[in-house]
């Protein structure tokens, strides 16, 4: 349900864009001065969420000679959580919040949280003061302002950590390639391995079926036999063709 604007205390419709916004005017009542912000935003606690607000003033105060944004939690009377130009951060905050608007150019004020606390969930207010061209002071904020919910964390595809990946549950199907690469050059290790034992193996067996298992000495015995066998046949050849005694020879 969308609530109705408040500029200057007096309530009217709402027709920016859908959304419900709330309006509130300078403490002189004038409408000129206004400043605009979300009615609610939500977010995940870890993440990071934008509030913003922009602001308007008339033209005649012109130049500013000074402007500061400050920001609010717990409503309209709440505790300071921040102050760009005297870069004062809460403690709560330290560290946390960051300026995203360009006050002086676009007239926003809008800041970011990071790091989001469940802690955080608040109303947060948007107030600026300016000082105008005759030296006076102007100030003001949102009626109501930006309610934030901190839900709970969001999973998300891939979350990195300085030594670790933790993927969702869209990536538990999923199958590494380079695991799949190392498994393959294991694998092919493996059977190279086998491979060659096998041919060892192989050669081994034949070996010892064709007797090469007695080692050198059978073969320098066999060698030697060889050898033995020629000498006694040459001399027997010998013996054949050498002249009976008592013969003279011709």
Partial sequence: VCAPLAVGGTPGPDAVTGLCLWVFAAAAHDPRYQITQPVSLSAP???SVTLPCTFTYPREI??????????R???FNGEFIYNHTERFTHPDYGGRIVLVGDPWGSRTASIRIDRLRESDASEYVCHVRVQKNNGKWEQWRSNLGTNLTVTAPRLTDSTWHPEMVTTGAADAGRIDPQRIDTVHLVLIGLVLVLSKAGICGLVFALGRRLGWDHGPE???EQVSGSDALSASRFELTSLALRSPPGIPGE
């Fill in 73 to 75: 939690r717990g409503g």
């Fill in 62 to 71: 012109e130049p500013l000679q000074d402007l500061r944004v400050y920001w």
């Fill in 45 to 47: 606690a870890g993440g």
């Fill in 218 to 220: 059978s073969v320098t």
